[in-house]
Nanobody, 118 residues
Framework: QVQLVESGGGLVQPGGSLRLSCAAS????????MGWYRQVPGKQRELVAS????????NYADSVKGRFTISTDNAKTTVYLQMNSLKPEDTAVYYC???????????WGQGTQVTVSS
């Protein structure tokens, strides 16, 4: 059993910044990747950014490159998403995700709303 708890969402003005956090707990052995996805009503959930916890290798959606930065804490159990220069198009529910080796199913957080609006 793995729990992912997100925080940091909210309402922000265009051009502003937010920092999302996701803390993993429980049976997190073999967790090797953490990331953030987002979903808008009526659209498919899409990858925003991910990071391999062992190597630090990152991956970003083209739409957020140069604006968002994903990172982990030293224990590699918390993942952050620093979001700068936010645009209205970034408005979505953001979900934390964790992947595991050895064939374990991925884990998902409950989601946190990010709204970028004037």
């Amino acid at each position: 059993q793995v729990q992912l708890v997100e925080s940091g969402g909210g309402l922000v003005q265009p051009g502003g910044s937010l920092r999302l956090s996701c803390a993993a707990s429980g049976s997190i052995f073999s967790m090797n990747n953490m990331g953030w996805y987002r979903q808008v009503p009526g659209k498919q959930r899409e990858l925003v950014a991910s990071i391999f916890t062992a190597s630090g290798t990152t991956n970003y959606a083209d739409s957020v490159k140069g604006r968002f930065t994903i990172s982990t804490d030293n224990a590699k159990t918390t993942v952050y998403l620093q979001m700068n220069s936010l645009k209205p198009e970034d408005t979505a529910v953001y979900y934390c995700n964790a992947k595991f080796s050895w064939g374990r199913n991925a884990a998902w957080g409950q989601g946190t709303q990010v709204t970028v609006s004037s």
